[in-house]
């Protein structure tokens, strides 16, 4: 099946620096990606839609300017966690469709676990 | 705008079989998904209906009705590492095809 990847896996920063997490499409080519968040016992929230070469749709109260988001190419999205707060520590989960594929399933990426001190 | 509900926990013993329900409110309505997370991982993609009826796949089914807008989880034969959260999620056409989750249900399968 298709993979999509995630990294760094765990992240430790101190509050106020910028943090980047990649998000790859390994065998497939993803026009869509999806972050998401996730506090612990909660369920995943939506943060922002990013389609290939065009700028990212973010959710209602997410902070575009916090939270930067690149689609560079059909397999890598980024996203920059921009002078990080304590309350940011969270789990940050990618997502992608197959540009080719059936189009109703979205891939998971592993998840990334960032911790802000 | 959107509702996806479904029970924060439930308990089942090894063996049995436990029913997970999930009802929703949505405009767009474009196909009903679960998939399985265990703790500190991502969700990994269980079933999909988009039609009415029952969709089988090993210990796994599930099943939608979308006049009631309700789909159940069904897991037999219940084992050990059966243990996680289970989160459905719609998908809506009205908001761009993005999949709407619900808070998920834990499930814990004692000995």
């Known amino acids: 099946g298709a993979v999509v990847s995630q990294h760094p896996s765990r992240v430790i920063c101190k509050s106020g620096t910028s943090v980047k997490i990649e998000c790859r499409s390994l065998?497939?080519?993803?026009?869509?990606m999806f972050w998401y968040r996730q506090f612990p016992k909660q369920s995943l929230m939506l943060m922002a839609t990013?389609?290939?070469?065009?700028?990212?749709?973010?959710e209602q109260g997410v902070e575009k300017d916090k939270f930067l988001i690149n689609h560079a190419s059909l397999t890598l999205s980024t996203l920059t966690v921009t002078s990080a707060h304590p309350e940011d520590s969270s789990f940050y989960i990618c997502?992608?469709?197959?540009?080719?594929?059936?189009?109703?399933?979205?891939?998971f990426g592993p998840g990334t676990r960032l911790t802000v001190t | 705008g959107q509702n996806i509900d479904q029970p924060t926990e439930m308990t089942a013993t090894e063996g049995a079989i436990v029913q997970i329900n999930c009802t929703y409110q949505?405009?767009?309505?474009?196909?009903l998904f679960w998939y399985q997370q265990h703790a500190g991982e991502a969700p990994t993609f269980l079933s999909y209906?988009?039609?009415?009826g029952l969709e089988e796949k090993g210990r796994f089914s599930s099943f939608l009705s979308r006049s009631k807008g309700y789909s159940y989880l069904l897991l037999k034969e219940l084992q050990m590492k059966d243990s996680a959260s289970y989160l459905c999620?719609?998908?809506?056409?009205?908001?761009?095809?993005?999949?709407?989750f619900g808070q998920g249900t834990e499930l814990s399968v004692k000995p």
């Open positions: 997502s992608a469709r197959d540009l080719k594929g059936v189009s109703y399933e979205q891939y």
């Open positions: 065998d497939f080519q993803a026009t869509t």
């Open positions: 990013s389609n290939e070469g065009s700028k990212a749709t973010y």
């Open positions: 949505t405009s767009g309505f474009n196909g």
């Open positions: 209906n988009v039609l009415d």
């Open positions: 999620a719609v998908r809506d056409n009205n908001q761009g095809g993005k999949l709407i």
